[in-house]
């Protein structure tokens, strides 16, 4: 499966529908295989695609059949997952039937999960067409969970580990890791996939199993849109009781602070030193975020609300599109009422908390899973900042200055460019020695994989500044702040990768077009301190072997992959 992208479809069929599928026609398509003309639109609404064909193959043996016919045909397969997805690693905006494009759903078929269990550590085995909320419940039913998972459940599992998905945790200081548990992206759980690649001996794509120990496997962990897997086994371990706490009184400057500059002692590793789990969510012109803090806790504290569903803050999440469309609009044609907006973000979270939600308690799933599909529809940068854990605090105050800095530069101009929260997380990295099998490769393209000049560097920081897309001036923010982000975390004390998912590569007018970032910046970023053997150079020769044809490449992973 590949990015979190997914097609929007309108089960009323018009007139109108019908003749629009009579007029288009795929030739010599598989018979039997079940395709229709839908409309595509991404998580923001920034990438719109109409009349594009999607087919829903029941089984492996059609999926490959489907395949066969593209490379025969000269035709693109592009899978498609749930939306939650910024960058255009599917389609490009703008592209229809006549771009020679066909999209794949897996969600109908493809959601079997089995769970074999071990004395100390579980395997699950999936299809990547199950949603995570529906495959984090089966393994809750069975006693298992993860660490941490990306926020939205309707992410398909296929799209999670296409991108690298994450949540934010690291070990706290105490804390005795659980086997089979992980700190950094879902692909690092992976122990095999199921892939479709190219039979050069027999001139056809088909379905290949690789191991997790095996260095062709590598590619494959993260592949960012470039691969299409069927199916997964990956490790679990025990699930966990999570209390989760928000608290919104204290000050950004303590937060971001310098450690030893720090009065308070309430910086952001000081949480995650205590509870090795937290987020930042600071909305524009305030002071106070919201920080979240998880922590395990195996037994409800007489403060604690215990909750048995996930998505427990409906304040943010229940918010309809037409809402969200509304706001775009006001803040696109009265940008100067952005302070206002921000504080009432502020105000209404905090007095929303104070109500329900301040202090939960439950199964891993129910707090780890918090976004729904009527969350605001903004757009979002994203960069992971790998370093040691002991300069946390030093990205983090960088960072925040720098907002700061920008926000002000724009503000004195009458621009009001970024309307939504600066959001921030800390994972582990994708450390191989957490895989339960030997000889565990490790992912060639997660924006987390560790450096090997530099094995000091044990955590990274991601940072999200969101805005609404059709925000005045977004673009020339987001081009500087990543400016300035490449140049400050240059590989001395930090380096910079892109978050595959989000918004970067910022030209003059629009995302995903600076030249230098898509051909230098990031081949370099998966270049330096990695051996020749699992870097950008042999990652991208390898996804040629297994894809020669281009079968499974958008326009722009064309221009990514490109010599």
């Known amino acids: 499966m590949v990015s979190s992208n997914i097609i929007k479809q309108d089960n009323n069929h018009s007139k109108e529908d019908i003749i629009t599928k009579l007029e288009y026609h795929l030739p010599n398509f598989p018979k039997d295989i079940a395709w229709e003309n839908i409309t595509f639109r991404n998580w923001s609404g920034e990438i719109r695609a109409s009349n594009v064909p999607c087919c829903i193959p029941r089984s492996v043996e059609e999926v490959i059949s489907v395949v066969n016919w593209a490379w025969k045909e000269n035709y693109k397969i592009r899978p498609v997952g749930q939306s939650h997805n910024w960058s255009p690693l599917i389609l490009e905006s703008g592209q229809s039937f006549t771009d020679r494009i066909v999209l794949m759903d897996l969600s109908h078929h493809f959601t079997h999960v089995s769970i074999k269990h071990h004395a100390q550590f579980s395997i699950v085995t999936a299809q990547t067409g199950i949603l995570m909320e529906a495959l984090m419940t089966q393994m809750e039913e069975q006693g298992l969970g993860f660490t941490a998972t990306p926020a939205p459940g309707d992410l398909s599992l296929g799209a999670v580990l296409a ?19 992980t700190y950094g992206s879902l692909s690092n759980t992976i122990l095999s996939l199921s892939a479709v690649v190219w039979d050069a001996e027999n ?40 209390r989760c706490q928000s608290f919104t009184d204290i000050p950004a400057a303590e937060l971001f602070a310098l450690s030893e500059s720090s009065e308070g002692n309430r910086t952001f590793s000081h949480f995650l030193d205590k509870s090795g789990r937290a987020e930042i969510i600071l909305f524009p012109f305030t002071d106070t975020p919201w920080l979240k803090v998880w922590s395990v806790t195996p037994t409800k504290p007489t403060s604690s609300i215990e909750v048995n569903t996930p998505y427990n803050y409906p304040f943010s999440d ?31 979270t905090n007095a929303a908390l104070q109500g329900y939600g301040k202090d939960i308690w439950g199964w891993s799933k129910n707090l780890l899973l918090y976004v729904k599909p009527t969350t605001l529809h903004v757009t979002a940068n994203g960069y992971a900042i790998l ?9 983090l105050n960088e960072f925040y200055t720098e907002w700061q800095k920008l926000k002000h530069q724009f503000e004195n101009r009458g621009q009001y460019p970024i309307n939504g929260p600066i959001e921030v997380r800390v994972t582990g990295l994708d450390n191989p020695a957490e895989v339960i099998y030997k000889n565990a490769v490790v992912p060639s393209l997660s924006a987390i994989r560790p450096r090997l000049d530099q094995p000091e560097w044990d955590v990274a920081v991601w940072l999200d500044v969101l805005t609404f897309p059709e925000t005045p001036h977004a673009i020339e923010f987001c081009r ?32 995903w077009e600076d030249k230098d970032i898509l051909t230098k910046i990031i081949p370099a970023s998966f270049t330096d301190g990695l051996p020749a053997d699992n870097n950008w150079a042999s990652t991208v020769s390898a996804l040629q072997e297994y894809d020669p044809h281009h079968i499974f490449r958008s326009p722009l992973l064309d221009k990514l992959f490109s010599d």
């Open 163 to 181: 991108i690298g998905g994450h949540g934010t945790a690291i070990k706290a200081l105490n804390e005795i890791p659980l086997s089979g548990h």
């Open 203 to 242: 001139q056809q794509y088909t379905i290949k199993r690789f191991e997790r120990s095996e260095p062709d496997c590598a590619p494959l962990l993260t592949h960012a849109g470039s691969a299409l897997i069927l199916e997964v086994q990956f490790q679990a371990g025990k699930n966990q009781r999570l």
């Open 318 to 348: 229940n918010i309809p599109s037409t809402i969200s469309d509304i706001v775009d609009n006001i803040l696109a044609n009265f940008p100067a009422i952005t302070p206002l907006i921000g504080q009432m973000q502020y105000q209404l």
């Open 387 to 395: 370093t040691r854990r002991t300069n946390i605090q030093r990205v």
């Open 480 to 511: 500087q702040f990543e400016q300035w982000l490449f140049k400050e975390f240059d590989g001395s004390y930090a380096s910079a990768r892109v978050e595959w998912s989000k918004g970067w590569a910022y030209g003059e007018e629009a995302a």
